[in-house]
């Protein structure tokens, strides 16, 4: 296959394919951005990237992003933009699957480091 | 509403509001990259963008990537990244309704103008 014609990703495909939590994993690159899939469940840490704006598709099941001041409820085919700076967290009471939409090298945990969940930041599928 | 606390969208919402084809609407921004939707019907034309990478991911129905050397058929929740610089069209035999991730004001048809494909770019939903 010539470098020019690239795969397509089945994102089914990669979902079936690991079964951790908050553990993204890179599935595309374009323009200095990665898509990557992750499952939710629990609740994450609150944490703000300093200067990347992050975008949550929901792909199955139902998630929460919390802002300090709100909450919003995100479900297959729904997304939403959290912009940098704006400290947020995500939660999920039964598991999600999410496609999540950044710049490369975006730390999950953004200005925070936890030991559970910051994430290596480079897996790939 | 805070300006902290950004709206989500809807992707079915989005499709409903309109109908044309081939006209990409602006439903989403973040690190100068739009999120767009767009309705395929018929055939697009040959075109390569200079610097823009572009992710086209498949939401309802079924449509093509053709590259002069072969074509890659995308349907809902498959996603293809044609990397900048490679000739490309896109086609659809039947509607299919598909989401675009790509920088901010790149052009549709790329390095070709076409009086009836070319789109102004700036439409939003």
New interface residues.
Partial sequence: ??A?????????DKFEAFSDHWRPKIV????G?E?KVVKFEGTFVWHAHER????FLG?RGRFRVE????T???GP???????HG?EHRTAADEEAEVVI???ARTRNTGDVTDARLTAPGDERL
Avoid: C, Q, Y
């Fill in positions: 296959m010539p020019t014609a690239p795969a397509k990703v089945v994102l089914s595309g690159e374009l323009n951005h898509v990347e704006d992050e975008l792909w802002f300090r001041d709100r919003i409820e995100v085919g729904e997304f939403i933009v959290v912009p704006v939409f950044e710049p």
